[in-house]
């Protein structure tokens, strides 16, 4: 078992592979009640197209499979995988992102049964087509339910404007339509693809002694059989720079407009240190020209075009990348024009000086160290580093050393006005 430090944060990362494949990482957190334990594959929404295990011929299934799949796990032929940790005083969840689908839980006592749990349920699946098919309607609820919440529209239907191909622009959760064609076939497809070990990560924080614990994974691990590690063949499509929509305009039962601008990433061929530096860089890029001590935050404030809803944020995986500012307001045409003049502004003469970068980056430090101090904040993000190749404790080290040029070179990646598009969400009275 490795062990890594990390002197400038004083934390103590503890990994080993283990045989199967399966990548542990556990990071004691003394002075803390509760732990956090994620089980996480490297498979979301847009792994829609792919060469299943042991064959040859690429297939493309149904939208919302990964989604339907992170429901049917809790699913067994015994009962409902809640119950059990609900008696082991456990707290148990499960979310399915764009590239990844993570099952977790927290606790504060019985931590190897709850452990042991986690780690059962994942990786002994039951399907049948009358509990497929029972599922079925259940998600479909589910995806009405976001179909009438307006800032999932707006959300989504930015992505949509953006993209051409990609699955990206595709509801993680599909359509009421596209899950119909899911079958039990279909998830245990999927399943032996994607949730080998060697395409997971075990993450442990919280109060918990590495070695105990890593003899207990080690030891659940040994008692299974799985296939040899195998690379997954992913298959995307090919993907223009400029976006696919330039402006769309949705009419909703709402009372004020809801405005968004997309902003469409042309780099994202990247991972590991390169990855971090441009997310950093464009992150900390956005909070210098829409943050609240920026003149754009101000005269829009003072001018009503944005309220206390404005929000901006950048995301970047392997293939896709995008940042979005946007806010409920009355008037979305001077908006989407301070917007516009903000990012051209900063094209033709750049804004941003080595002193305005110190002054955010040091802000941007204290708000890290300070999520470090929870559990839930780890837990939650160490796996997407993983996955990228990054590390989540580099982030410091990391925001200490950009320079003007990085943030520069990040912002060329979005600025781009062909790659921009604008989504708003309108009073039904007001739609087109």
């Keep these: 078992m490795k062990k890594i430090e990390f002197d400038n944060l004083q934390e103590t990362l503890y990994n080993e592979k283990l045989s ?36 040859k011929e690429e297939v493309t299934v149904p939208d919302g ?4 799949l992170e429901h049917k796990l809790f699913e067994k032929e015994d009962g409902d995988v809640f119950q ?7 707290s148990a969840n499960a979310f399915t992102s764009f590239t990844r689908t993570a099952y977790l839980f927290s606790a504060t006592d019985k931590l190897y049964d709850n452990t042991e749990i986690l780690l059962d349920f994942v990786q002994e699946p039951y399907f049948t087509e009358k509990t497929v098919d029972k599922e079925k309607g259940i998600i479909a609820q589910e995806i009405t339910m976001y179909d009438d919440e307006p800032d999932w529209r707006l959300y989504f239907g930015t992505i ?11 509801d993680i959760a599909g359509t009421v339509e596209s899950i119909q064609d899911i079958t039990a076939e279909h998830l245990y497809e999927c399943y032996e693809t994607f949730y080998h070990p060697s395409n997971m990560v075990l993450f442990v924080v919280g109060s918990v002694d590495p070695d105990e614990m890593m003899t207990f994974i080690k030891k659940n691990q ?63 890029v956005l909070d210098l020209l829409f943050g609240r001590t920026s003149p754009f935050y101000t005269a829009a404030y003072e001018e009503g075009l944005i309220d206390e809803s404005f929000s901006y944020d950048f995301t970047l995986e392997n293939g896709f990348g995008f940042a979005m500012v946007g806010s409920d307001t009355d008037q979305p045409e001077q908006l989407e024009s301070a917007i516009r003049k903000t990012l051209q502004d900063a094209v033709e003469k750049w804004p941003i000086t080595p002193v305005e970068l110190d002054r955010m980056r040091k802000k941007k430090i204290g708000q890290f160290m ?10 939650n993000q160490f796996t997407r580093y993983t996955f990228n190749k990054m590390n989540l404790f580099d982030v410091v080290p990391t925001l200490e050393k950009l320079t003007v040029d990085n943030l ?11 790659g921009h598009t604008v989504y708003s969400v309108v009073p039904a009275d007001k739609g087109q």
């Design 160 to 170: 949509e404007n953006m993209y051409h191909e990609h699955p990206v622009k595709i």
């Design 84 to 90: 059990k940790f609900s008696v082991n005083g456990a």
């Design 370 to 379: 300070r999520s470090l101090n929870s559990p839930e904040f780890i837990a």
């Design 222 to 284: 040994d008692a299974k059989t799985f296939d040899e590690p195998a690379d997954i063949a992913r298959i995307f499509p090919a993907e223009l720079d400029a976006t696919a929509i330039s402006e769309r305009t949705l009419a909703m039962d709402i009372s004020k407009p809801k405005f968004n601008m997309g902003l469409k990433c042309n780099k994202t061929d990247v991972e590991g240190e390169e990855m971090l530096i441009q997310e950093l860089s464009s992150g900390l």
């Design 65 to 68: 499979i990964a989604h339907f």
């Design 20 to 55: 199967n494949g399966l990548d542990v990482y556990i990071l004691p957190k003394r002075g803390f009640s509760k732990t956090f334990v994620t089980f996480t594959t490297k498979y979301g929404s847009v792994d829609r197209t792919f060469i299943p295990r042991g064959k």
């Design 408 to 418: 520069q070179a990040a912002f060329q990646t979005f600025a781009d006005a062909s």
